[in-house]
């Protein structure tokens, strides 16, 4: 049972650091693997104000960095590196990375999911300054005001929903003439007063010059193409969950893991948490959580396997 670690974190996120937290609380030996900085998706979110305990909206830049250093406070360690593989042979994980090979009696898989993109011009400029692919985060920025979902499918529709309790200017656009939806979820939309659907419209540019101001819109039926001015722009295209080095794990039909309760997935001692695995609502706090519950569990695991080898 001699290993580097008893705990080893793949992903940095809040998830990955709030795991990180606990397992150094509970005496464990854990580290975080990150190939870039502690944060995650958060890292991105400009005001982030609907995490209990933050009266005030924080950036997400700073709700990382409290993340981390608590982690740190408590013994968690941090390696740079990019993840490899992942083996597990006679109950210790081999976790090749960048950096070398690690070795460790759990791990927990925390590399979260990234938002697929348009890829058109001020997409990426104006991330976080009125577009968002997150409503439950960005949504109530815009209250009363004219926003743009782009999408066609649940999440599109599913958040165009939300979207249209703040304010009765939601315009829902999908490259296609049908939606990609469960066809009783794309009925409530179409049936809401304030949401407009455009069917065969594409959007082809954001522009602005601090936030958004307008989007440059393509109806791909008729060849028409014009501007109109919005205040936000929500983006749900889809998400690829980033399971590249897990590829024998068994996964929903989106790609996700699967895990039971405990976040454990059918390898014994191996946990996903946070937006990499089947959870119906990916959101900080319920990431957080995740993290929580899982080494919770890796803990118990340890007891019993080192409790098995003194036998």
């Known amino acids: 049972m001699n290993t580097d670690y008893d705990v080893a974190i793949i992903g940095g996120g809040a998830a990955g650091l709030t795991a990180a937290q ?10 975080i693997i990150e190939e870039m900085a502690p944060g995650g998706q958060c890292l991105i979110i400009a005001d982030l104000e609907n995490y209990p305990g933050f009266p005030e909206p924080i950036s997400g830049i700073e709700f990382s ?29 081999n976790i090749e990375t960048s950096k070398g090979i690690i070795t460790s009696l759990t791990v ?26 997150c409503a439950t985060c960005d949504g109530p920025f815009f209250r009363n005001k004219k926003i743009l979902v782009v999408g066609g499918g649940d999440a599109a529709c599913d958040e165009s929903m939300f979207l249209a309790n703040l304010t009765d200017k939601v315009i ?41 101001e307008k989007g440059v819109f393509l109806n791909n039926k008729s060849g028409e193409e014009y501007e109109e001015e919005v205040d936000a722009v929500f983006v749900f295209i889809g998400s690829d969950p980033q399971t590249a080095i ?10 996700y893991i699967v895990t039971n309760q405990c976040m454990e997935t059918e390898i ?11 959870t119906p609502f990916r959101q900080l706090v319920v990431a957080a ?23």
């Open 22 to 31: 606990y397992a150094a609380r509970a005496n464990l030996k854990v580290v």
């Open 246 to 255: 897990l590829p024998e794990v068994e996964k929903d039909e989106a790609g």
């Open 108 to 133: 927990i898989v925390a590399t979260g999911a990234k938002h697929r993109h348009l890829g058109i011009p001020g997409e990426k400029e104006f991330t976080g300054r009125g577009v968002s692919y």
């Open 172 to 212: 829902l656009i999908h490259r296609r003439d049908r939606f990609r939806a469960q066809k009783a979820l794309a009925d409530r939309v179409v049936a809401n007063k304030n949401i407009e659907v455009r069917f065969n419209t594409e959007l082809k540019e954001i522009k602005g010059s601090m936030k958004v």
């Open 268 to 278: 014994p001692g191996l946990y996903a948490v946070g937006d990499v695995r089947n």
């Open 65 to 93: 960095q409290r993340f981390e250093q608590q982690a740190r406070n408590f013994g968690a360690e941090f390696l740079t590196a990019t993840v490899r593989s992942l083996k597990k042979e006679d109950n210790i994980f």
């Open 289 to 311: 959580s995740d993290g929580a519950i899982a080494t919770h569990c890796a803990s118990q695991y340890i007891d019993d396997l080192k409790g098995q080898s003194y036998t």
